[in-house]
């Protein structure tokens, strides 16, 4: 985010104060929106609203993050409040600030141009976003400082948090960066808002050094990070309460950083712990043990499995015990058998019927068979090129041992076998 103070009409009270969560304010200029539906129709409800006033509490959506939401109402002439109305967005419109104004179809606005009105963020969220951002200058800064990276991509909104870095880490580094943005936390410095001179400026070594014109203002944590930024931040940095990093991927040959701040880093960490907690019951184990919990149900799952192809085989075999030695072509099928074993009945059938035999794996309910094909003395291919031109098996291999599979049921499938 940079640090660039655009030249607005609308004085930004968030730029100097980002604690204030109401003003009054007069209303500039007041623009319908007009919103179309997926006909192409006018949509009527509900009807928006561009209302820019001469001042206001609403950071708009910018360098990344999610603009405030709140709420604008009519004052009377000792302010106190009258009709109130949600505003759902807040955007920069060639350096106005205009707040997004949702009201019910037909209903006219409860206030007009030169009129004052009072303008209220929905606080407790914008807290949560100057937790989560300054959280972001706490570890963008100390990766900088420790490791050279720069922050090239940053995201806050109400689902997520991620930063993005052109450097990667090992995950131990990654734990000790967690542990030492904490320790900024339990440290509580302060966080300092300033606008130098391009004089002073020209002095400093901060993040985000890209050419802008106007002020700029510098947001600085001592010994921890030096950013141009226009965001709200919180004072101290002991109210970020928790840094959380809850995901690293590989992006960009870089890194991006999932991260949780405050609240949300409590709530999240609440519903892991819940979640640990259920694994921890199913398993039987205790919450330091379920690892090795699902370990051991991997193991017996394996285990499982060996013996139902055992099994498998072992049916197989009866049932090709009952075919008379001296028959040669022998097609069995064999319901959903594992290939290994599919592949080893096979290979027993030839050993004792001279002519091609096969195994088909699978069930009329599919609707499809996996088939394997051998023969001692003679080209099984022969059989893959019927169930080819007859049902549209795809397939293929070598005159000893073919393998595919054919959409068909079974009596389909036995009809066209030689
Ligand atoms: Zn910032």
Not at 70 to 97: P, Y
Request: contains cysteine; charged residues 30%; proline residues 3%.
């Amino acid at each position: 985010m940079n640090g660039m103070t655009e030249v607005t009409q609308t004085e930004r009270l968030y730029d100097r104060n980002a604690y204030l969560t109401s003003c009054t304010a007069a209303v500039v200029s007041i623009r319908r929106i007009e919103a179309f539906d997926e006909r192409g129709e006018r949509e009527t409800a509900p009807v928006l609203y561009e209302v820019v006033t001469d001042r206001t509490v609403f950071f708009p959506e910018a360098g990344g993050q999610s603009s405030d939401i709140g709420w604008i109402c009519s004052i009377d002439r000792l302010n106190r409040r009258k009709e109130m109305l949600a505003v759902t967005d807040t955007q920069i419109r060639d350096g106005e600030i205009c707040h997004i104004v949702s009201c019910c179809a037909d209903a006219a606005l409860p206030f007009r141009i030169g009129e004052p009105v009072s303008l209220q963020i929905n606080w407790e969220r914008r807290f949560g976003f100057m937790q989560n951002h300054t959280g972001e200058h706490i570890l963008s800064g100390l990766m900088h400082r420790r490791h050279g990276f720069d922050n090239i991509g940053f995201h806050l909104s109400d689902n997520s948090v991620t930063l993005d870095v052109n450097g990667q880490l090992d995950e131990e580094d990654i734990m000790l960066l967690e542990w030492e943005a904490n320790e900024v936390i339990y440290s509580d410095l302060a966080v300092e808002v300033s606008y130098p001179t391009d004089e002073e400026l020209e002095k400093i070594n901060y993040r985000s050094k890209i050419e802008i014109e106007g002020q700029t203002r510098l947001v600085t944590i001592p010994d921890v990070d030096i950013c141009a930024c226009c965001a709200p931040h919180v004072r101290r940095t002991g109210e970020i309460g928790l840094i959380k990093i809850v995901k690293v991927l590989r992006y960009n040959g870089g890194m991006r950083l999932f991260i949780a701040c405050g609240r949300r880093a409590l709530a999240l960490m609440q519903k892991r712990q819940q979640r640990i907690e259920e694994v921890s019951h199913l398993t039987n184990r205790s919450q330091d043990e379920i690892g090795d919990g699902v370990r051991h149900l991997l193991a017996e799952i394996g285990d499982l499995k060996q013996k139902n192809r055992d099994l498998e085989y072992r049916a197989a075999f009866l049932r090709l015990e009952t075919v008379p030695r001296e028959q040669e072509n022998v097609f069995l099928f064999v319901g959903n058998m594992d290939p290994i074993v599919q592949r080893n009945l096979v290979n027993r059938m030839c050993e004792e019927h001279s002519g091609i035999c096969g195994a088909f794996a699978g069930s009329d309910e599919e609707g499809k068979y996996r088939y394997i094909i051998a023969s001692r003395t003679r080209d099984a291919r022969e059989v893959q090129k019927i169930l080819r031109d007859k049902l549209g098996a795809k397939g293929g291999g070598k005159p000893e041992m073919i393998q595919g599979s054919v959409t068909g049921t079974q009596s389909a499938i036995k009809a066209v076998l030689p």
